[in-house]
């Protein structure tokens, strides 16, 4: 894949319809760079659009592992956590 995609070149990398990258880019969604009336697209901000957008990106990896390590050093089990989240969602029934 080129290092600057096209609109077509970009729908083909997503798996998308081409349109569905115009509406994207209207709406502010797709990071993207206008050169005049055309449509570039950087892979690695792309890339790293994904990332975010899929909420795995490795800051929230890292922040996962670091609430991890806090939870087990409190004594924050995992059947804790569950039961917890029972009760708020049983209090949020009533």
């Known amino acids: 894949m080129p290092e600057v995609m ?3 070149q970009l729908a083909d990398y997503l798996q998308v319809n081409e349109l569905t990258i115009y509406k994207r880019v209207r709406l502010g969604i797709i990071p993207v760079v ?3 009336r ?3 697209f950087k892979k ?4 790293k659009w994904l990332e975010i957008e ?3 990106d490795e800051e929230f990896e890292t922040l996962l592992r670091k609430t991890q390590v806090f939870g087990k050093e409190a004594g924050i089990t995992e ?3 569950q039961r917890t989240v029972e009760e708020i969602r049983a209090a949020d029934r009533r």
Do not use: H, N
Not at 44 to 47: A, K, S
């Open 44 to 47: 690695d901000i792309i890339d």
């Open 38 to 40: 055309a449509l570039r």
């Open 34 to 36: 206008k050169m005049g």
């Open 6 to 8: 096209t609109a077509k």
């Open 54 to 56: 899929s909420g795995w």
């Open 79 to 81: 059947q804790k956590i």
